[in-house]
């Protein structure tokens, strides 16, 4: 099936429709003046057209680390029309939120109708065996309506997100994912996924993300094909806000990620 973008907003902000994987590619471009710290991520459909959807860039001057998403690859402001999204990780770098344009609950208006909605959130374990293992990963997103939409998780503090629900066990209306664990491959000597034929590169980032009810649908996957380019597919119930947020928190330098 041809996956039409007409409205690419609202594109990358609907969940994939069901039964249907979106195929993508991750590009990192490293050039320029401070690119090696802070590439830009470039996020295209992985089709002929080769579709632009999302650009990502991690902030300078932030205390952690902060990426701005724009659906305009030449625009990665946070004041411009084009911000889409934002993925912030706590002081550790061990737990990210992604939100969307939405206002900061300080700044809303007395309504709370513009206030950001959470639209996810990551959870890395460090492993037992350092930087050689497979990392552990939580993904917590919002769930769904009768009507496979998004319910809206407005948090008006710290306290009420898509984090402390969950760590909270408070998990109505939010779905908890999980990294499928990798086998280790005696001939490789490496843990390996199945990632028929998308992924051709091992690397410690490579992921797959499953529902625990049901391994063996792959929510999301992402993985290495180049130096600087990476394959990320999703379905439902994800949308390509909420991947490309995810693939961008495996990125960031920290301990628990590398």
Not at 223 to 242: E, H, I, K, S
């Amino acid at each position: 099936p041809v996956i039409e973008v007409d409205n690419l907003e609202e594109f990358v902000l609907r969940p994939a429709p069901q039964g249907m994987t979106i195929k993508c590619r991750v590009t990192r471009d490293k050039k320029g003046m401070d690119r090696g710290l802070y590439p830009t991520y470039y996020l295209h459909l992985d089709n002929d057209k080769k579709v632009f959807l999302l650009a990502g860039r991690k902030r300078k001057k932030s205390k952690t680390s902060n990426y701005l998403i724009s659906i305009d690859p030449t625009d990665l402001s946070r004041g411009g029309e084009n911000f889409i999204g934002k993925l912030r990780s706590n002081l550790m770098g061990t737990k990210f939120t992604v939100f969307d344009n939405g206002a900061n609950p300080d700044r809303a208006s007395a309504d709370w109708s513009n206030v950001r909605q959470e639209l996810s959130a990551v959870v890395y374990e460090t492993n037992v065996l350092g930087f050689k293992g497979p990392r552990k990963m939580t993904v917590i997103i919002p769930g769904m309506n009768a009507d496979n939409e998004r319910v809206p998780i407005r948090p008006r503090n710290d306290n009420d997100g898509l984090l402390m629900r969950w760590q909270n066990k408070n998990m109505d209306n939010v779905i908890e994912l999980h990294n499928k664990a990798p086998v280790w491959n005696d001939e490789t000597q490496s843990y390996v996924l199945n990632f028929h034929g998308r992924v051709t590169h091992a690397s410690v980032k490579n992921f797959q993300i499953v529902h625990g009810s049901d391994p063996d649908y792959i929510v999301m996957q992402f993985g290495r094909v180049a130096d600087d380019a990476f394959t990320m597919d999703y379905n439902y119930p994800l949308c390509a806000v909420q991947a490309f947020a995810i693939a961008l928190s495996s990125f960031d330098g920290k301990l628990a990620c590398e």
